[in-house]
């Protein structure tokens, strides 16, 4: 799931990426579109640092009980 979720993300990226060089070399990319796939992959990208955030917490947290 979470590979899936990843490889999501980095289509996201990708794609905002080929738009934002694709707009900047005056090709058929409209500014509107390139922006809302450079906000759609910078939102899902922070998701992804809060999972992982939330995650290591979690595994340190783990780490920390005593048996």
């Known amino acids: 799931m979470l590979s899936d979720a990843f490889g999501q993300l980095?289509?996201?990226?990708n794609a905002a990426d080929s738009s934002m060089t694709n707009f900047a070399a005056?090709?058929?990319?409209?500014l509107h579109t390139v922006m809302l796939q450079m906000e759609e992959a910078?939102?899902?990208?922070?998701?992804?640092?809060?999972?992982?955030?939330?995650?290591i917490e979690a595994?340190?947290?783990i780490m920390r009980t005593q048996i």
């Open 10 to 13: 980095n289509g996201q990226l």
């Open 42 to 55: 910078s939102v899902g990208l922070k998701t992804a640092v809060d999972v992982r955030d939330k995650l």
């Open 26 to 30: 005056g090709g058929s990319a409209d």
């Open 59 to 61: 595994y340190q947290e």
